[in-house]
Structure formats: structure tokens, C-alpha cells
């Protein structure tokens, strides 16, 4: 839609009292928690847990709208805000409640696929998988981009890593669960991977191969991947997510990153399989599995919006020249 | 059909989409500022995908083939590392 027509439709909705929609009991200060008896008085102080903005480019904008906090009745107020925009609106999960207790954004032990992890002098990223040397299955690594374990490139051999990252509350010595071992250099250009591994502490337990909510990684994708096809990831941030590839052999890709631009060749981009975004930062280290649980993929960057992208596996598993624990 | 296989013609059309995908940066040169071209699908076939961070024509003036190879264009922005901010 025109931007005057977002503007609008942003000021209806604002007008309107959303709130009405929820359940009254929805409204009490701690609800999402469980706690019941409140006082009157807080019965009055009624707030959405809901922001909304206007996003988009060259013409054609939409709603975006924030979810703050998970609310009883809090998908019907977002249903109607996406039929009043005509589905024309980016909702998104934000916000402290989600960011305390859901689990990839906390410490994990065992490690799972999937959880916040980082450099001690980065924010966070995401756990990948489990991998080793092949050959030698004895040795435990876990994978996830250079730019989450090795700093991009300005962490040295033996750092410590740590689960969950810095930015979740991870702090060394007491949330090392790692130390930075190989990782693929970033450079100006014709890079294929944004890859690394850390050696795993020897007190340290993992679930091997599992991804919550979906089972076991069953194997690497040798086959073609093609446009159209569905993927599925877990990372720090959003979670878990469904998306389709929407294009394959990515050439003379720009990525910003804190060091400089990276151009990168051979990439896969990925579409979010509904509104929200496949990924957001915070994801860059996940796994990329196809619907039969296939690894396809390490994840690493990405516009926020509608854009993922992501290193071929067989690349990742190549340059570090290690395989899939499974 | 199992999964795996492939019709010969598909390899054919992928083959002319990445001999396409070659050309494409220099034929967009100056007319967007072009991050990334790929490989997708349109209308059933390969095609040529041209992500832009912006574009200094009207879309309209925009190449919307490349010897035979339909070209997609998307506006994809500025592209980043996904770590937490």
C-alpha cells in the first residue's frame, strides 16, 4: 500500500480500542504469568502490549506490528489487525517476557541445536549443530558462523565460548561451554562460508542430533535443493521457523558486517513461509534442515524483512573438513 | 516419480538461467545498485534473480529477460550479519 494509506491505517487502528478485544482478565498486570488476584484498581490501567509502525520501500509499505507480550486473546486483536490492513502487516514477537523464557535464549545443559551462543567478546548468535573430524567421532565440536564464534575473524585459537551468548547473560568462566577452534577467514571477497568450530569443554553434555520441536537431524542433503522447497530452522531469536527457498546459487552478495562489507558466492536465499521473518538477528549460526530433517544449510545474515541468506552445508562441512555428528 | 530425479529439459533451463546469471550483474550496472543474483523460478521456469538495494531507473526500464532467461527483480535492501543487536 501507498505510505499515506499505511499512515492511515495506523491511525484507524490506533483510534480504535483494541483492548476490548481481550478477555478482562487478559489485561491484569502479570496475566501471562498466571497470577489472578489483582486489585480493581489495575483492572483500569489497561495497555496493549502492541506497538505498531509502517515499514517498507519505493511505494509500497505495510503495517508492522510488535507483539510485546503474549496475552490471552492477544491473536484475536492481531487477526483483526491483519484483516482491517487486509493482510497487508509484518507481525513480530518482540519484547522482555519472550526474551527471559523461552528456552534458545537461555542456558541450556545439555547444549542444544538451536540455543543463544557466542564469543565472549560478541553478543549472540546461534548453536548450529554438532560435528567432528572425519574419522575421528571422539572429538566433539560444535558449528556456527565465524562471525559468532571467531569475532570475525579478531578472536584467537583457545577463546572462550559461551552458552547462552554474552548478550543473554553468558559470562566466562562460568557459561563456557567451548573454545574457539578452526574457523574460515572472512575476506573482501569470493567468500563461500561464514563458518566455525569450537571445541566443546569435556564436562560439557549436548543432545546430539535433536532439534526441539521437530526430532532428530537425520542426515546431510546430498540432492539438488530447489526454489520452492520448505525449510525449517531453530534459532536464538525467533525460534522456530518455516521458510522456502527463493533462490539458489546466490552470486555477489553484500554483507554488512561490523569489520566491513563481505562479499559472498554461492549462497541460498530463503523466503519466510508466512508473514513473520524467517530470521532475525540473533539466528546467524542455525541450521537449515529440509522437510525429511536434512541439513541444508548454515544460516548468516539476512535483511530482517523477507531475506535470509545462508552457506550450502556441503560447502561448511568441506571447508572445515568435518561431518555431522549424528 | 522419485524425488531425485529430473526431467533433462530442467538441467537444460538451469543451464541457460546461470549463463544468464553471468550477464545479468553487467546488464544492471548503473541502472540499480544490484546486491546478489541468483537462481529462482518464474512461472514454472528457471529464471534469473536480481536483488537490488535500489534502483536508479523506473522498474519498468528494467531488462525483464536476459537471452530467453526471464529476469526477476526483488528489492532486498541492505543485507546483514544476523548476530543479536
Redesign the interface.
Known amino acids: 500500500m501507498r505510505y499515506e494509506s499505511a499512515l492511515g491505517l495506523k491511525a484507524e487502528l490506533i483510534g480504535e480500542d483494541l483492548t476490548r478485544m481481550l478477555p478482562t482478565r487478559a489485561m491484569l498486570p502479570h496475566a501471562a504469568a498466571g497470577v489472578r488476584k489483582v486489585s480493581a484498581r489495575a483492572i483500569t490501567r489497561r495497555q496493549l502490549p502492541l506497538a505498531m509502525g509502517i515499514v517498507g520501500?519505493?511505494g509500497k509499505y505495510r503495517l508492522a506490528v510488535r507483539v510485546q507480550r503474549v496475552l490471552p486473546g492477544i491473536d484475536a486483536v492481531v487477526e483483526h489487525i491483519r484483516r482491517t490492513a487486509r493482510g497487508e502487516c509484518e507481525v513480530r514477537m518482540v519484547g522482555r517476557v519472550v526474551k527471559q523464557t523461552v528456552w534458545h535464549r537461555s542456558r541450556n545443559r545439555p547444549l542444544l541445536i538451536g540455543g543463544?551462543l557466542?564469543h565472549v567478546e560478541?553478543?549472540?548468535?546461534t548453536l548450529g549443530c554438532f560435528v567432528h573430524r572425519a574419522g575421528r567421532p571422539d572429538e566433539d565440536y560444535l558449528l556456527s558462523?565465524n562471525?559468532?564464534l571467531a569475532n570475525e575473524n579478531l578472536a584467537r585459537r583457545g577463546d572462550a565460548i559461551v552458552q547462552q551468548?554474552p548478550?543473554?547473560g553468558g559470562r566466562s568462566p562460568r557459561d563456557v561451554v567451548a573454545a574457539l577452534d578452526r574457523f574460515v577467514r572472512l575476506k573482501a571477497r569470493r567468500n563461500r562460508v561464514?563458518a566455525a568450530l569450537g571445541a566443546l569443554e569435556d564436562e560439557v553434555e549436548y543432545y546430539v542430533n535433536w532439534m526441539e520441536s521437530f526430532g532428530d537431524v537425520t542426515g546431510v542433503r546430498t540432492?539438488?535443493l530447489?526454489?520452492?522447497e520448505t525449510v525449517y530452522k531453530i534459532g536464538?531469536?525467533t525460534g522456530v521457523t518455516r521458510g522456502r527457498v527463493?533462490?539458489?546459487?546466490?552470486?555477489?552478495?553484500?554483507?554488512?558486517?561490523?569489520t566491513g562489507t563481505m562479499e559472498f558466492d554461492g549462497?541460498l536465499?530463503i523466503a519466510p513461509a508466512g508473514d513473520e521473518p524467517f530470521?532475525?538477528?540473533?539466528?546467524?549460526g542455525s541450521l537449515i534442515v529440509d522437510d525429511r530433517r536434512r541439513a541444508v544449510a548454515l544460516?548468516?545474515?539476512?535483511?530482517?524483512?523477507?531475506?535470509?541468506?545462508a552457506n550450502p552445508i556441503g560447502a561448511v562441512l568441506d571447508a572445515l573438513r568435518i561431518v555431522l555428528t549424528l | 516419480m522419485k524425488a531425485g530425479a529430473r526431467r533433462k529439459e530442467d538441467d537444460l533451463e538451469l543451464d541457460a538461467a546461470r549463463a544468464a546469471k553471468a550477464k545479468a550483474r553487467s546488464l544492471f550496472s548503473g541502472l540499480a545498485k544490484v546486491n546478489g543474483v541468483g537462481i529462482t523460478r518464474a512461472g514454472g521456469r528457471y529464471a534469473v534473480k536480481v536483488n537490488c538495494e535500489s534502483l536508479n531507473v523506473p522498474e519498468t526500464e528494467l531488462p525483464d529477460e536476459i537471452d530467453g532467461v526471464p529476469v526477476v527483480v526483488d528489492i532486498t535492501g541492505p543485507i546483514r550479519k544476523q548476530s543479536a543487536r
Open positions: 520501500r519505493n543463544s557466542g560478541t553478543t549472540a548468535g558462523n562471525h559468532v551468548g548478550i543473554d561464514d540432492g539438488m530447489d526454489e520452492g536464538r531469536t527463493s533462490a539458489i546459487e546466490v552470486d555477489g552478495l553484500e554483507v554488512e558486517y561490523d549462497q536465499e530470521s532475525l538477528g540473533g539466528d546467524s544460516l548468516f545474515a539476512g535483511n530482517d524483512v523477507d531475506a535470509t541468506y
